[in-house]
């Protein structure tokens, strides 16, 4: 399976680790987790990936929802790491009808490390991590939405985000969750107690595969 290899803060191209630089690089956006997302999404795909992030001791969840709401397939996956620095960021990409309006819905659920850049970029947040938006969205107010992530409440909070989108950020096992959805509106479904199970742990045979999501780009 070929996989390209990008920025998790600017999609752009990044350059390995040299003589002089013991990590990946991006021109634009210095020292990075090389973004890695394969060209097409289904059982051969996940799998590697599943086994991609397994492998590392130290590791981030690959979070999906489950069961995936009626009518909706995955449409995508990528995870953010090399063997040096271990996996800091995992993506899943799933789209379906959306909730309220009708017609098609995309959502996406980050798990990284801070300073990844990777939620930041699909959210349409500024700087690389979602942490200075959470913290004046958390001030004084109750979460505006709630998920079940390995069957541990995880409260999240809606940040301004890019047009035509909605963003939710919040933290499970360690590491920020951010769920970005389109349309706006579709962020709906964060607020209906939606269960979020980590691939790594258990990898459903039951999962529905959808054409590439293009919120996802490889």
Known sequence: MGVRVHCPRCHGPVRPPDLSHSEWRCDGCGPVAPLHIPPYIGPEAMAAAVSEVARHRERVPLWCPWPLPLGW??????????????????????AGPAPLTGGRADLLLVAEAPGVGLASRLAGLPGPDPGPLLAEAMAGQPAHAKVLAGRHPAPLWSVPSGDG????????????????AWPATAGYLLAEDLGLRDLVEWLPPELVYGAPSARLPS
């Open 73 to 94: 397939t995955v449409t995508g996956v990528g995870w953010a790491g090399d063997e040096r620095e271990g996996i800091r960021a995992t993506v899943l990409a799933t």
């Open 165 to 180: 989108r909605s963003a939710y950020v919040g933290e499970a096992l360690g590491v920020w969750l951010v769920g970005v």
